[in-house]
C-alpha cells in the first residue's frame, strides 16, 4: 500500500491548506490509520475541494465513512497514501474500542429501518380502506 513511513498527528496537522493537504483515514479493519497527501486530487474530488479542506490535516474517517463511498472511491484514495500514523499501543487500543462502540451503535440504532417500513405500509393500507 505504500505505507513505509511514519507520521505524527503533529506533522499531518501542518499540510492543512490548499497547497498541501494531507488526511488520516482509518480504513476498516485497519490496526493503524493511514495518512494520504490528496493535493492533487482536490479539483477532481466529487464532492468539492472544500469537503477535503475542512478536514485537512486531520483524523478524517468518520467523514469519509459516513458519506458511504464506493469500492471506486476507496481504490482512488488508496493511490494517495503516503505513509500510516505514529500511534502507540495504547492508542491503538483507544481506538480499536471507539471502532466498536461505534459498529455497535450502528447495528442497535439500524433495527428501525424495518419497523417503519412496515408502519408506511400499514399506513397506506389503512389509507385504501378508509378511501373504500
Not at 491503538?92 to 428501525?112: C, D, I, N, Q, V
Request: proline share 4%; aromatic share 6%; hydrophobic share 40%.
Amino acid at each position: 500500500m505504500g505505507a513505509d513511513k511514519s507520521y505524527s498527528s503533529a506533522e499531518v496537522a501542518k499540510h492543512n491548506t490548499e497547497e498541501d493537504c494531507w488526511l488520516i483515514i482509518s480504513p476498516p479493519g485497519a490496526t493503524t490509520p493511514n495518512v494520504y497527501n490528496v493535493t492533487k486530487y482536490l479539483d477532481e474530488h466529487p464532492g468539492g475541494a472544500e469537503v477535503l479542506l475542512d478536514a485537512a490535516g486531520m483524523d478524517a474517517t468518520d467523514q469519509f465513512e459516513d458519506i458511504g463511498h464506493s469500492g471506486d472511491a476507496r481504490k482512488e484514495l488508496a493511490k494517495y497514501v503516503i505513509g500510516e500514523l505514529k500511534i502507540t499501543e495504547e492508542e491503538k487500543k483507544k481506538m480499536e474500542e471507539e471502532r466498536l462502540a461505534k459498529e455497535a451503535a450502528k447495528a442497535a440504532g439500524g433495527g428501525m429501518g424495518p419497523i417503519i417500513a412496515i408502519l408506511v405500509v400499514l399506513l397506506a393500507v389503512a389509507g385504501y380502506f378508509m378511501t373504500q
